[in-house]
């Protein structure tokens, strides 16, 4: 929960603070203020804290972390330990790379030993809480109590501006719903627009745009797809089956320098579409009018027992050869789903084929109420690899999910969150 520290508490950060701002009346002076306590925030906030800068630390929400509660089924999948730059979506791929170097998944778990927080790896390199996600909040809350960041929740961040840009560069106003606070330094942590009840707003891009910086329009990721009507009819009453499959989203575009990668995890059917990790993770490279293309029998061969010499060309055995890899309803909609059952050699040839092609065109996703993440963000361009400053403006960071850096599901995407606030909160 936030603090309910008095504005300048005694012995505390007022007593650490060794800048002497001026500025307008009325306005309370720090060091640094960070905007937006979720993961990259409370991270930067005690990071800078424990330089001695004397941080504020606000959010609209009425308490801190609300996305990390919700995070991995309420578990938190805190961190990958396979992290790479390549996990990542940016329009500059390399972006990445000083941030995650700086703050690792080993600095991320030897906090978490630190708290004594319990963890288990699930899959494929992800760590996760043992019980309970309000471990990584009560961890953030304590380390930035023990650096004397000011936290203040309820507290709207409206607007914030440059003091006196030609007098004394580098000095920010940040106006809020609680008044007007002064610093040298301003962080924008305010993430992405994915789950809006939780708190998200597009505050980070106003912010970044009113101060010059260029925007990669923002997207909704890792996000379930929706299918066109008549997909839809055809496959969604199965909603709820699962299976694994290879999927990949198909690069059809001029633009795409290299083939989109592809995810071995399950396929979810939906009442409306697809979901399931292989689904989110595809969903972030996929773009309106492209394709989305499921392999439903990896690394198999499936069909071959109907080649054999004498073997039983039918319906009913192509079922019982699809029921080794997929369950029993989708196996039987997907040989009713073929226009033709062709038992040639040749023909049954084209449906092993199709078996490891399944291809759709999505008519959309789920959108920014169900998106995990928003892709796109402040373009990184204008923005120091190392410290996250503005190239534009001096003492204007960005973290976090705002930032034009979007990992895959896995617990990359609160590795670039700790990561690129790290790299701020050393900066600050
Ligand atoms: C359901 C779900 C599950 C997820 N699970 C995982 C997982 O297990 N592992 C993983 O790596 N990632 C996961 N993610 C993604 C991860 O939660 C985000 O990438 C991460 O929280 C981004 O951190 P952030 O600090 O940049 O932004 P946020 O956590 O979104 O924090 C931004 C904060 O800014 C505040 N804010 C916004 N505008 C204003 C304003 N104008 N004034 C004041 N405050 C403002 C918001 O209230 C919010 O608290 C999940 C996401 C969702 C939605």
């Given at each position: 929960?936030c ?7 005694t012995?505390?950060?007022s007593?650490?603070?060794r ?7 009325n306005?309370?002076?720090?060091d ?18 424990r330089?001695g800068r004397?941080?504020l630390?606000l959010d609209h929400?009425?308490r801190v972390?609300?996305k990390?509660l ?6 938190c ?7 790479r730059?390549?996990n990542?979506l940016?329009?500059?791929p ?9 703050f ?8 978490v030993?630190?708290h ?6 699930k ?10 996600a309000?471990?990584i ?14 936290t203040?929740?309820g507290v ?10 030609a007098?004394?560069?580098s000095?920010?106003?940040v ?7 002064a610093?040298?330094?301003v ?8 789950i ?5 707003t597009?505050?980070g891009y ?7 910086h ?13 299918f066109?009507?008549?997909?839809r009819?055809r496959?969604?009453?199965l ?5 694994e ?7 059809t ?13 399950k ?16 969903s ?22 109907l ?6 060309r ?5 079922v019982?050869?699809?029921?080794a890899i997929?369950?029993?309803r989708?196996a ?8 033709t059952?062709d ?9 092993e ?6 291809t ?9 109420a169900?998106?995990e ?8 361009a204008?923005l120091?690899?190392?410290t ?9 960071y960005f973290?976090g999910?705002v930032?034009?850096v979007?990992?895959?599901?896995g617990g990359?995407?609160f ?5 690129s ?5 050393q900066a600050?």
């Open positions: 929960m603090g309910n520290r008095s504005i300048y508490p012995g505390g950060a007593d650490r603070t800048h002497v701002l001026r500025g307008p009346m306005a309370h002076r720090y640094v203020i960070v905007l937006g306590a979720g993961a990259a925030g409370m991270m930067c906030a005690f990071e800078a804290g330089r004397r941080v630390l929400g009425e972390g609300r990390i919700i995070s991995g089924g309420g578990r999948n805190f961190t990958n330990l396979h992290t730059a390549e990542f940016s329009a500059n390399h972006f990445a790379k000083s941030a995650l170097a700086r690792t998944p080993a600095d991320m778990i030897a906090l030993e630190k004594g927080i319990r963890y288990h790896e899959t494929l390199g992800q760590l996760f809480c043992d019980d309970s309000q471990r909040v009560a961890l953030l809350e304590r380390e930035c109590g023990d650096a004397g960041v000011e203040r929740c709207k961040v409206i607007k914030a501006r440059q003091e006196n840009a007098a004394v560069a000095k920010f106003v106006e809020t719903s609680a008044g007007d606070f610093a040298e330094s962080v924008v942590a305010t993430g992405g627009l994915s809006p009840k939780m708190g998200a597009s505050f106003e912010l970044a745009q009113q101060f010059g260029a925007l990669i329009e923002p997207r909704a990721a890792l996000v379930p797809l929706v066109a009507p008549e997909d009819e496959w969604c009453d909603s709820g089956v699962s299976f499959v290879v999927a990949r989203a198909e690069t575009g001029k633009t795409r320098r290299k083939v989109a990668p592809e995810f071995r995890e396929l979810l059917i939906t009442h409306r579409g697809v979901s399931g990790p292989a689904v989110l993770q595809v972030s490279y996929w773009k309106p009018g492209e394709q989305v293309c499921f392999d439903l029998a990896p690394g198999r061969e499936v069909l071959a027992a080649l054999e010499k004498n073997a039983r039918d319906a009913a055995n192509l019982a050869a699809l029921r997929l369950p029993a989708m039987e909609r997907w040989v009713a789903a073929q226009l059952l038992w040639t050699n040749a023909g049954i040839a084209r449906m084929a199709a078996l490891h092609a399944w759709l065109t999505p008519a959309g996703t789920e959108g920014f169900k998106a993440v928003t892709a796109g963000g402040i373009d990184t204008e120091d690899a190392r996250m400053e503005s190239r534009r403006v001096p003492g204007l973290i999910e930032v034009d979007t990992g895959w599901l990359y995407n590795q670039w969150a700790w990561a606030a790290v790299s701020a909160g600050v």
